[in-house]
């Protein structure tokens, strides 16, 4: 079990694909200026930013459960940004990833080297084994990727999506990984109906929110996907799709990291089941 685990974890290095604004690839950030800065949410649950995915964390007496870990060589910063809460000295038990990317699950390494317990869905595991670039033809239920998490914690009302909600504008979605804008909409409408309406909600990426967000960013997705399914029934091409922006009324949404035709192209491919090359993510 341990060796098993151990495996997973050095393999995860080689996961490099990332799904945030600020890429790996693009610019290695300069760690030592990277300040974790950690919010209270609600009761004991507090959320950290630093580089990377949103971590949310359960800090209590008897030890500390954390759903993502960011990049390895911030957990130091972590593990001290979580004791000075000076809530407890006892180590982060358990870590939760909400899908495989990189930017989610770098620090997973250093976290179980020390003695930290990581929980995730069975296809993360699979995708850090393989280097993240299997694709499996989206047999499988599937939202950002095939292997999402939405995190729960009915005690304090707090709820980490992942990277199914996100705030940087138009979202990534790896379809080469069995992600899909339909099933992303389909965890969105799952999550919204059966949260309490007052629940506080950590993004993937982004500031915290509520479920109007949520309903505002499902309400863009649905709407997006409609167009481009319509410019696919009557048989446009990508290229078409492009020159004619028929994403134009949504451009509020566009980011740095997708803008309008990358996300034309991220729809096409999700809604023709298009697993080839496409956006890159670097
Ligand atoms: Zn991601």
């Not at 009302?157 to 790896?174: A, K, L």
Request: charged share 20%; proline share 4%; glycine share 10%.
């Amino acid at each position: 079990m341990c060796k098993e685990l151990r495996t997973w974890m050095v393999l995860s290095l080689v996961g490099a694909l990332l799904c945030g604004p600020a890429t790996w690839a693009q610019q290695q950030p300069d760690w030592s200026k990277v300040q974790i800065k950690t919010t209270k949410v609600s009761g004991n649950i507090y959320m950290l930013e630093g580089q990377g995915g949103n971590i949310a964390a359960s800090v209590g007496e008897d030890g500390i459960v954390i759903v993502d870990d960011q990049f390895a060589p911030l957990a130091e910063k972590i593990q001290a940004a979580l004791k000075d809460l000076k809530i407890t000295d006892k180590p982060v038990r358990f870590v939760i990833n909400t899908h495989y990317h990189g930017d989610h699950t770098g620090g997973n390494v250093p976290f179980n080297n020390a003695g930290s317990t990581l929980i995730a869905h069975d296809n993360v595991r699979k995708r850090l084994e393989t280097g993240g670039t299997a694709g499996n033809g989206g047999s499988i239920t599937s939202g950002h990727t095939d292997g999402d998490s939405i995190i729960f914690f009915p005690k304090n009302n707090v709820v980490h999506m992942g990277d199914d909600f996100v705030r940087y504008g138009f979202p990534f979605i790896d379809v080469a990984s069995g992600g899909s804008v339909q099933g992303m909409i389909d965890a969105m409408e799952k999550a919204t109906a059966q949260l309490p309406p007052d629940v506080k909600v950590i993004p993937g990426h982004g500031a915290l929110s509520n479920l109007d967000d949520v309903r505002a960013f499902t309400k863009m997705l649905k709407e997006t996907s409609a167009v481009v399914q319509k410019a696919i029934n009557d048989h446009k091409t990508l290229e078409q799709m492009k020159q004619e922006k028929i994403l134009a009324p949504w451009a509020k949404w566009k980011g740095d990291f997708v803008n309008e035709d990358t996300f034309i192209e991220t729809l096409y491919n999700s809604l023709t089941n298009h697993k080839g090359e496409f956006m890159k993510h670097n």
